[in-house]
């Protein structure tokens, strides 16, 4: 069984892999003369879409981006490494092979009860382990940049941007953007 400790890092390391990987699923939708991103969390998806449409309607060539705002390494490698974790356990208390006897220990009583309950058990294996992985990933970010520039962070004001506050935000940058591009430029 001396397998077991180099599977483990094996896997450990397909978990670091897969939550560094660049998300490519993005939908960009290009228009023409601005592009404003919305940067949020999961949960905000709904406001997202809502916001997107009455944009459109406003602003019908403006280009609109989403995308999640992923939380810090150290929260997507822990929340990779326990959905790992969550299918090795689940399948260990399935298989019923006493894992502390391939360690010389006395199996604990935990795990004599996950053997006497194992559809319990694995329920609560899953819905725990769903509870911290969520709790990993959520930011609560709503972040609102119009040409790379920030008009908006939830994280900073604490709360979403109303309708109107959100389209006040835009006209005025759009009208100061358009005021820079009627400056005169100087040759030095």
């Not at 959905?83 to 894992?99: M, Q, R, T, Y």
Request: hydrophobic share 45%.
């Amino acid at each position: 069984m001396r397998w077991l400790p180099l599977s483990v890092l094996i896997l450990w390391a397909c978990c670091l892999y897969s939550a560094s990987a660049d998300n490519s699923g993005v939908k960009k939708m290009k228009m023409q003369f601005a592009a404003v991103v919305l940067r949020h969390c999961c949960g905000y998806k709904r406001v997202f879409e809502e916001y997107t449409q009455v944009l459109y309607q406003r602003y019908p060539d403006i280009r609109i981006e989403g995308e999640n705002y992923l939380p810090i390494p150290i929260y997507r490698h822990t929340a990779s490494f326990l959905s790992v974790f969550k299918l090795l356990l689940i399948g260990a208390i399935i298989v019923g092979k006493d894992p502390f006897a391939l360690f010389g220990m006395e199996a604990p009583g935990l795990w004599v009860w996950s053997q006497e309950n194992k559809i319990y058990a694995c329920m609560m294996v899953f819905f725990f382990s769903n509870m911290i992985e969520n709790q990993c990933m959520s930011t609560g970010a709503f972040e609102i940049t119009l040409n790379d520039v920030p008009v908006w962070s939830k994280l900073e004001s604490g709360h979403l941007p109303s309708m109107q506050q959100l389209v006040q935000i835009l006209e005025n940058e759009m009208k100061m953007n358009v005021h820079m591009d009627t400056l005169p430029h100087h040759r030095s």
